[in-house]
């Protein structure tokens, strides 16, 4: 009786460990569905089944790493003021419009959109597939550089049918970022965190102060220097750093026309005056 006893605890153990062996199986390519599907919505899906059907990188995503990365912030300039005066139903399907062409132009170039922070977006290009610094560098520019044309664009259609226009502000900085899956089983997000997420962000708000529509770091221009017009705007000390930071106002890619450029700064300026008009006149009755 003893060797059946053997025999039996045996395929009871196999019975376990190819239960266990399914079992595992089963929760990693869970988990990166799972994954493929969080990246899918802010990658091509080329790059995300890249990304979780090769192990190597499937673990290095899943555990967090270090990387090298360009940051791109985007953000609606005066859009408190614009949802204030329209209805949510007129609002919301002009936004959506709007940040459609905007994803649509990041992704175009290898980025990654990595949130939506009410009308903001931020992005990152290298992350989670690098083309190399200097070309994931680049490829938020010009991804910056079609999201101008776009909403050029997109201004032009809005005004012709009577809708209201709005302008962005885009920042971009270069530099180490913590990139991973964050969250819970139930809701996982890739992202992006640390000190060049902070930077490219303040730097984008100060596009607003300095009237213009995209500006990026001395880190970044380091790096595509050959390849962009850009007229210096000297330094500022950013919060939470103790140096200051050289900033640049992108004109365009080098030999590239610069209409585009002058009309949306034109614009811009003439849509700000407009803006102040109201204010100057309120307080005059005041």
Request: hydrophobic residues 45%; contains cysteine.
């Amino acid at each position: 009786w003893v060797l059946p006893s053997i025999a039996a605890t045996a395929g009871a153990l196999l019975g376990i460990g190819v239960t266990d062996s399914i079992s595992c199986a089963l929760a990693e390519r869970e988990s990166r569905l799972r994954l493929r599907r969080t990246l899918e919505r802010y990658v091509s899906a080329p790059v995300a089944a890249e990304v979780t059907f090769q192990k190597e990188n499937f673990e290095t995503l899943l555990k967090g790493k270090s990387l090298e990365t360009a940051i791109l912030f985007s953000d609606i300039r005066g859009f408190t003021t614009l949802s204030d005066k329209l209805e949510p139903e007129v609002l919301l399907p002009q936004l959506n419009e709007y940040l459609g062409a905007m994803v649509q132009a990041i992704m175009a170039r290898q980025g990654c959109v990595d949130k939506f922070i009410g009308d903001a977006v931020m992005a990152a290009f290298g992350s989670p597939v690098s083309s190399g610094a200097k070309q994931d560098a680049l490829n938020a520019v010009m991804a910056a550089l079609d999201m101008r044309q776009a909403l050029d664009e997109l201004r032009q259609t809005w005004a012709a049918q009577g809708r209201p226009i709005f302008f962005n502000g885009i920042g971009i900085n270069f530099g180490t970022a913590i990139a991973g899956n964050i969250g819970s089983p139930q809701r996982l997000e890739y992202t992006v965190i640390g000190d060049a997420v902070n930077v490219a962000s303040r730097v984008e708000a100060l596009t607003k102060e300095f009237g213009i529509d995209l500006i990026v770091t001395q880190s970044v221009y380091d790096l595509v220097a050959d390849d962009i017009d850009v007229e210096p705007l000297g330094t500022r000390q950013l919060r939470g750093r103790s140096k200051d930071t050289a900033l640049y106002q992108v004109v365009g890619l080098k030999g590239q026309a610069r209409d585009v450029f002058d009309r949306v700064h034109r614009d811009y300026q003439k849509h700000r005056e407009q803006q102040q008009e109201p204010a100057i006149a309120a307080e005059s009755k005041l």
